[in-house]
């Protein structure tokens, strides 16, 4: 029974702009699991002006990973709220070996653990230009692409009527670091979900639609 509950224990892995949060939006509508994003917490953290919003905000300016110790609490305390015990959607976590490390031990206490890390592959130009024309909802977090994926209305996301904003982290400099902080870093991850046999591998260089028929192929159906 509790297998049954918990067999959408998600991870969400690729480089920035592979397009986690456009195909998060999408995972959770269909399989009803809460989204975790790193990145927007931290974001609302910086934007509340928060103890940890300010320490995280020097990080992120300049395309580096906040400590472990910090994200790695935010995930543990967010994983004790009762919306998780259905499964959940990891974005953007884990980043590092001790990131998964602490993942792990904390499902073990849990009696769960990762059913499958989806990992979403795009060449690195194709990346940079999706990052220096994204657009973001400040209200949903929603992603656009001023080319790729426009709003109906400039400016207006299309969900939620929210403002669009670019993000400061989304200048060519810092988006090559943060390419960089991902392949030496966070790409190990492949290799450590590959020994525990959960590892899906996704084309994100297709459309969303089609990368998304995709996720869905290695998932399997939502009911269960
Ligand atoms: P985070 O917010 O997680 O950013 P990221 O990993 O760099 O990834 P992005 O959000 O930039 O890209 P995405 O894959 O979500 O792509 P999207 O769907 O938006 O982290 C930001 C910072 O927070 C980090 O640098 C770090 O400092 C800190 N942080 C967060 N988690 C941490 C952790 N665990 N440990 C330590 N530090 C942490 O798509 C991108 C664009 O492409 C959009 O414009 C979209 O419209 C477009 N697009 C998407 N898919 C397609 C498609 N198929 N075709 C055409 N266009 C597309
Ligand atoms: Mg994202």
């Not at 699991?33 to 790193?38: A, F, G, L, Q």
């Not at 656009?144 to 982290?169: A, M, N």
């Not at 994100?204 to 998932?219: C, F, K, N, V």
């Amino acid at each position: 029974m509790i297998e049954s509950l918990s067999q959408f224990n998600l991870i969400l892995l690729g480089p920035p702009g592979a397009g986690k949060g456009t195909q998060a939006g999408r995972i959770v509508a269909e399989y009803g699991i809460p989204h975790i994003s790193t990145g927007d917490i931290l974001r609302a953290a910086v934007k509340n002006q928060t103890p940890m919003g300010l320490e995280a905000k020097r990080y992120m300016d300049a395309g580096e990973l906040v400590p472990d110790s910090v994200v790695i609490g935010i995930v543990k305390d967010r994983l004790q709220e009762p919306d998780t015990a259905k499964g959940f959607l990891m974005d953007g976590f884990p980043r590092t070996i001790p990131q998964a490390e602490a993942l792990d031990a904390t499902l073990d206490g849990l009696d769960r653990a990762v059913t499958k890390t989806l990992v979403l592959l795009v060449d690195e130009e194709l990346l940079v230009q999706r990052l220096t024309g994204r657009r973001v909802c400040r209200a949903c977090q929603t992603p656009f692409h001023v080319l790729f994926t426009p709003p109906k209305q400039e400016g207006v996301c299309d969900k939620c009527g929210g403002e669009l904003y670019q993000r400061d982290d989304d200048s060519e400099a810092t988006v090559r670091n943060r390419l960089e902080v991902y392949r030496n870093q966070t790409e190990p991850l492949i290799d450590y979900y590959d020994r525990a046999g959960v590892v899906a591998r996704i084309d994100g260089a297709q459309s969303p639609d089609r990368t998304y028929e995709d996720i869905r192929a290695a998932l399997g159906p939502a009911e269960g």
